[in-house]
């Protein structure tokens, strides 16, 4: 954010803004901009997906969408969608229905704020960074719950229950597994956490020599991401083959759009988040590579890395019944994230990293 | 609890080799023919649409009579050597492609292409006519066929077939005499190939 | 819990109020679009949160009135109305109806002719039970097996073009034979080569992928047990019967055709995961009988006897003298038989199918109850049913 307020004091003008006009015009640049990468990575990913699924499955995904590969397939796609009707049940519960999508992209919109993409350019420099994120990310179960109970539909209440029960139980071991690296970095600002993995990938958090309960902690928080986002071996809150669309079978038009969206601003949110906590942020993983590459393109490219790891594994497993999940989320992964959280506090006392 | 850390080795270890599976498939080459600019090569007894030569049709109507859902409409008029055909269509609507016509057909006038991609925007061009209604009317008496000028089967000297089971019976060889290749030239371009596969089993010789 | 009723007393703010409070269990209609239903199946099912209390299926949304067609074309015109009940095997049940109707017509079939047809029966067999695996794959979600079982299929539907003319219906045996004989461009070599590629590669990739996949497993293992007396006792036939422990197959234990020559085992449900007759046991018995299959075709194929391909006392028109007969025979489902009343003339006086699959539907109503939804839809998977089999 100082880089933006710095640029507005250049420009013919700024000089005479006062310093609060000057902060709501970089906040709102930034969160234009946040809005922009957004959308942008809905549209690169929903195409990433396909080629990905794709390929894995011995055929070529869109290819006609534009010459090379369909990559303007998902162009169309949103194109397409902008164009259709808008319909709401008769028996669904107006005002609720129409704000559930809302609060839903508003849960994966607020968290970028605080990601960083390369030093000192942070939207929000929160000293409560990474707890922010988590917190906010609580936004997305609410508008689940309204859009199912809203649809007056009993399919997409079954979804909607089933997926307010797995975002809630895992973000327990989402929130347990970065515990280990807040202990070893000393603060929950995004920023310090990344400055503190300078030099190369020997130092980043993910390095099992350095601490190998950090290395379980990776694990546990990429499979809680999975399930948070509703993905993978984890969707059943959306299952195709039981509930047609789950909680958002009833919507059309831009307010499908808007989970759709949402959906993979989360997914990228999450390999980001994994990206910055784990693997080095923008720091490349050998130092010599730092001057020659841009640190945000450093991060993007890491952040694509995990999501792409996140489509391999949704295409290959499949899917986990609700209760077994529960099972895993409360009688496996809990375990081990406070294991992970215990045992890095003892082997940073033992090794004297603290 | 030994159960419990089974599991989990299972699960991790299970998930691993499925991913090794299919990150092969990425770098193996797709299936896929990209249509309309690749097509697949269809085999000869490939069973397309049904096309009728009305000039070797004498409307006897056994393919009528054979198709199980009644697809295909002939009408005649007159009598005896003075019969006519005036109206041959199929109607693709209903047709299931099952080839029995082709089977059946003494002739050899009906057979089956290898087209397959015929859309259409209305139901009511399904439905195929094979004759012109202001061209000439086709007699169907083989002697008035003779007469005007019309193709005949050449009529094959065999013996009568016998009751009795008897070696030389043609139906049971696998490569009958087949008309249609002699009369391949009269055929006009326009007509789609008209590739009719040797090993089908009945005996064009025959009339009913 | 199924209905209960609460008397409250006290209200808001302590309030005196009286009322009652009922529960019901839900009714929810798994209808007859759903992706998850194999055809359209109409479930209603009574739940109460995610436990199924009451499962009726309701038929036929896809019936044809092909039984009342048969009193109406002759036999050799209905071999195509076989195709279309099963579908994905339609061989299987070409090869049933035209065995029934020989049995009532008295004819007699070339040795040649009875080999092709057990190839390319078997052939469709296998096609058959690549969709169970790949469908029932999609329907736990895992997308990618769909995708590698259909290029198998694929393979095997080029084949079967070549030697029918048709890609998924064939209309390809007639009373007395086969249509054609064998094509001369190479076909049995390409179906042994096709063969050997599966046994070899193939389902090991299926078994690595997804049979013994933990996630697998565990929604599978210990779900919708049918025992045995179940079983019996609701008619129940081919690998849903087997998957419960029971080895009995037609092709051996009623042999029709050559199947007594041809030597192949036959893969019961072992309890390998969970209980005997459980989902993953019906899913694991039809994998298996793709192993068995393909030793079938190649034992068929490679003592292929030279001669003819139809029978020699074939007619243009069949026709069968009066009396009646039953045949089954195996199909992908299980037990598929034909009754055929015949009256003497061309055409059948009354044809009754017996179908597998619709004796296998029945069996939810007894092992669906008690089930969550998402079991339920791994038991339908399981019984592998056809609904053009089902409502003819």
Redesign the interface.
């Known amino acids: 954010m100082e880089i933006l307020t710095d640029l507005f004091r250049k420009m013919p003008g700024g000089d005479g803004m006062s310093d609060q006009a000057l902060l709501i015009t970089g906040a709102v640049v930034m969160a234009t901009l946040m809005f922009i990468v957004m959308a942008l990575c809905a549209i690169i990913f929903t195409w990433m997906e396909r080629k990905v699924a794709g390929f894995i499955q011995n055929r070529y995904g869109p290819m006609r969408t534009g010459r090379w590969h369909g990559w303007a397939q998902a162009v169309a796609d949103m194109l397409k969608i902008l164009g259709k009707e808008d319909i709401i049940p008769a028996e669904a519960h107006k005002w609720l229905f129409m704000t559930g999508p809302i609060l839903v992209l508003l849960g994966s919109l607020l968290a970028w704020a605080a990601i960083p993409w390369a030093p000192g350019f942070v939207a929000a420099d929160l000293d409560l960074g990474l707890f922010y994120i988590f917190a906010v990310s609580s936004l997305v179960i609410l508008g689940l719950l309204m859009s199912g109970w809203a649809s007056n539909n009993k399919w997409a209440l079954y979804g909607a229950a089933r997926g307010a029960a797995q975002m809630i139980s895992y973000e327990i071991p989402l929130a347990l597994a970065t515990i280990p690296v807040v202990m070893a970095t000393g603060s929950l600002n995004t920023q310090d956490i990344v400055i503190a993995q300078q030099g190369g990938i020997w130092n980043w958090n993910i390095n099992p020599v350095h601490n190998p309960f950090l290395f379980i902690a990776f694990v546990m928080y990429f499979i809680a991401s999975i399930a948070e986002t509703n993905r993978g071996p984890f969707d059943m809150p959306e299952t195709e083959s039981e509930l047609v669309a789950g909680y958002h079978t009833e919507y059309t038009g831009m307010r499908f759009a808007f989970f759709f969206l949402s959906e993979y601003a989360n997914l990228f949110l999450v390999s980001l988040i994994a990206s910055m906590v784990f693997l080095g942020g923008w720091w490349a993983p050998l130092p010599f590579l730092d001057g020659i590459v841009p640190p945000a393109i450093t991060f993007i490219i890491k952040g694509v890395v995990m999501v792409f790891l996140n489509m391999w594994i949704r295409w290959t497993l499949p899917r986990v019944r609700v209760d077994q999940l529960m099972h895993l989320c409360w009688k496996v992964m809990i375990p081990v994230s406070l294991i992970s959280v215990v045992g890095a506090g003892f082997w940073m006392i033992l090794f004297n990293q603290v | 609890m030994v159960q419990?850390f089974a599991?989990?080795y299972?699960?991790v270890s299970?998930?691993f080799?499925?991913?090794g599976?299919?990150?092969k498939?990425?770098w193996?080459k797709?299936?896929?023919l990209?249509y309309p600019d690749e097509r697949q090569v269809?085999?000869?007894?490939?069973?397309g649409f049904v096309h009728n030569d009305t000039t070797k049709c004498d409307a006897c109507n056994i393919c009528a009579k054979?198709?199980?859902v009644d697809c295909i409409y002939i009408e005649t008029e007159g009598k005896a050597k003075d019969r006519y055909m005036t109206r041959y269509a199929i109607d693709y609507n209903k047709c299931?492609?099952?080839?029995?016509c082709t089977?059946?057909c003494h002739t050899g006038s009906i057979t089956?292409s290898h087209d397959y991609d015929h859309s259409v925007y209305d139901r009511r061009s399904l439905v195929y006519e094979f004759m012109d209604p202001t061209e000439q009317k086709i007699p169907c008496h083989r002697v008035t066929r003779i007469e005007k000028g019309f193709w005949v089967e050449p009529k094959e000297d065999k013996p009568k077939p016998a009751a009795k089971?008897a070696a030389d019976?043609p139906?049971?060889e696998?490569k009958p005499a087949d008309p249609a290749p002699a009369t391949e030239p009269e055929t006009p371009a326009a007509e789609p190939p008209a590739v009719d596969?040797g090993?089908?089993?009945?005996d064009k010789g025959?009339t009913? | 819990m199924a209905t209960e009723e609460h008397k409250v007393t006290k209200g808001w703010a302590d309030q005196d109020h009286v009322g009652e409070v009922k529960s019901e269990l839900l009714e929810l209609n798994m209808g007859p679009q759903h992706p998850a239903t194999h055809g359209v199946l109409r479930l209603l099912l009574h739940t109460d949160g995610e436990i199924v209390y009451k499962v009726t299926p309701v038929l036929g949304y896809l019936h044809r009135c092909a039984e009342k067609i048969a009193e109406g074309v002759n036999y050799k015109q209905w071999v195509v109305y076989s195709d279309r009940f099963d579908y994905l095997a339609p061989m299987c049940c070409n090869h049933a109806y035209v065995t029934a109707m020989e049995k009532v017509g008295g004819l007699e079939v070339p040795e040649r002719a009875e080999h092709i047809r057990v190839a390319v029966a078997e052939l469709s067999r296998i096609a058959s039970h690549l969709i169970a695996l790949a469908t029932f794959g999609l329907d736990m979600g895992a997308w990618t097996p769909l995708l590698y079982c259909f290029r198998e299929r694929e393979e095997i539907l080029n084949l079967l073009e070549r030697i029918s003319g048709g890609r998924m219906l064939y209309n390809y045996m007639v009373p007395g034979g086969v249509r054609y004989d064998i094509p001369k461009d190479n076909w049995v070599a390409d179906v042994l080569d096709f063969i050997t590629m599966l046994e070899n590669k193939k389902l090991d990739d299926y078994n690595n992928l997804l049979s013994y996949n933990k996630i697998f497993v565990e929604r599978l293992a210990d779900v919708a047990v049918l025992s045995k007396e179940d079983a019996f006792q609701y008619g129940c036939t081919g690998p849903v019967l087997r998957g419960s422990g029971v080895q009995f197959d037609c092709r051996r234990d009623d042999p029709y055709s050559v199947y007594d020559r041809f030597d192949f085992d036959i893969p019961v449900g072992l309890g390998e995961m969970g209980t005997v007759g459980d989902c993953w046991d019906r899913y694991m018995v039809r994998v298996r009988e793709i192993e068995q299959s393909c030793r079938i075709v190649r034992q068929a194929l490679e003592t292929l006897p030279d001669g003819a391909y139809q029978s020699i006392e074939l007619k243009k028109i069949v026709k069968a003298p009066a009396g009646a007969a039953y045949s089954r025979t195996e199909s992908s489902k299980g037990e598929l038989g034909h009754y055929i009343i015949s009256d003497g003339g061309q055409t059948a006086f009354r044809n009754k199918v017996r179908s597998p699959s619709f004796c296998n539907l029945q069996v939810m109503e007894k092992i669906g109850v008690g089930l969550m939804v998402s079991d339920l839809v791994a038991l339908v998977g399981s019984l592998d049913i056809v609904l053009g089999e089902i409502d003819r």
């Open positions: 419990y599991d989990m299972a699960a299970s998930a080799i499925g991913m599976i299919t990150i498939h990425i193996t797709p299936v896929t990209q269809m085999p000869d007894r490939f069973r054979v198709c199980p299931i492609w099952c080839s029995l089977e059946n089956m089971p019976k139906a049971a696998t596969d090993g089908s089993s009945d025959e009913k």
